[in-house]
């Protein structure tokens, strides 16, 4: 485990308490020519250290998720929070049914019980959050963090996190 890593409950709520109103992440996939981030909506199933997504099998995240399954997926709300973890695609007709919705059906233009459309279950590793509470003191941090000073008070408002606990 990584120096300065926190393993708590308490932290691992704090993060299911950033990115439970959060819509849409950045979910970035490693390819060849480097990283690629998408926006793409998390399903709202109880955060229990997994992240699901539902995706078409024809697009490039399907095929980099299957060169490589390390993703990250960044969530920005009234605080950050960024988890590393590995990917990986599962089809269960049963579950994409409990998922899928009219905006799916109009987006992807299918249903659910096409072969191409997929699930991708992330098994979360850890997450650096950024609570921003005190939005100067955060400002101020990001701001020393650039310039290379280590700001005052840093473990306040970011703190890495095991989700393996």
């Not at 990115?19 to 979910?27: G, H, L, R, V, W």
């Not at 697009?59 to 988890?83: C, F, H, L, R």
């Not at 191409?116 to 100067?136: F, H, P, Q, R, S």
């Not at 003191?137 to 280590?150: D, N």
């Amino acid at each position: 485990m990584a120096n300065g890593t926190v393993v708590n409950h308490e932290a691992v709520e704090t993060v299911k308490d950033i990115i439970k109103d959060i819509e849409t992440a950045m979910f970035a996939t490693i390819s060849e020519g480097g990283i690629n981030s998408r926006p793409m909506q998390t399903q709202h199933i109880e955060f229990d250290g997994d992240l699901w997504f539902l995706t078409m099998r024809d697009t490039s995240k399907y095929t980099e998720i299957m060169d490589n399954p390390n993703v990250n997926i960044a969530y920005v709300g009234k605080s950050y929070v960024s988890i590393r973890g590995k990917a990986e695609v599962v089809d269960d007709v049963e579950r994409k049914k409990e998922l899928w919705n009219a905006a799916y059906e109009k987006f992807l233009k299918t249903s659910y019980d096409d072969p191409n459309v997929i699930l991708i279950k992330v098994d979360t590793d850890t997450a650096e959050y950024w609570e921003t509470g005190d939005k100067t003191k955060t400002v101020k941090a990001f701001f020393k963090k650039l310039v290379g000073q280590k700001p005052e008070g840093d473990s306040d408002i970011n703190k890495t996190v095991d989700l393996n606990s």
